[in-house]
C-alpha cells in the first residue's frame, strides 16, 4: 500500500480543527479516484464522528483527536482515537432516527447517518482511550 493510500493527522479536538482537517481530507489523494457519492459518505460519516467527539467527548474542553484514513480495494478504514469521555455504557449508541414529533429538533441525526453510510463499526474503550473504526465502501470513479 503505498503513500497515497494512507490519510493520517492528530489535531485539537475543535470544530473549527474539524473543518480544516475535512478540507485537507477532500484535497488528499487517499479519496481521489473514488466516485462522488463514496468520498461523501466518508467526509459526512467523518464529520459527524468526529463532531461528536468534539461536543460530547470533551464537552468543549481541551484535547485532541486523530484520525486515520486506510484505503483499500473497495473500502477506506477510518480509525479515531481521543481520551475524551467514553461512549454511554461502552457501547455505540443505535442508528434509529430520532422519534418525529411537531417541532423541529436538531440532533439525533449523526449517529443515524453514520451507522447508514458505514459498512462497519467498532468502537472500544482501552488504556483511557476511545477507539472508532468505521469502514466505507470505497466504489471507483466509473472509467
Known sequence: MGPDCRFDHSFAAQAMEVRLVLTRL??????????????????????EAMNNI???????????????????????????????????????????????????????YGWFLIHSLSQRLHYRRADGMNRLFIVVTANSRAA
Open 54 to 108: 468534539v461536543e460530547h467527548a470533551y464537552g468543549g474542553g481541551d484535547g485532541s483527536l486523530r484520525l486515520t484514513l486506510l484505503r483499500g480495494r473497495h473500502h477506506v478504514i477510518c480509525r479515531l482515537l481521543d481520551r475524551g469521555r467514553p461512549l454511554p455504557g461502552l457501547t455505540l449508541p443505535p442508528g434509529r432516527l430520532p422519534p418525529q414529533d411537531d417541532s423541529p429538533a436538531e440532533g439525533g
Open 26 to 47: 477532500r484535497r488528499a489523494s487517499v479519496l481521489r479516484g473514488l466516485s462522488p457519492e463514496s468520498a461523501e459518505s466518508c467526509e459526512l460519516v467523518l464529520a
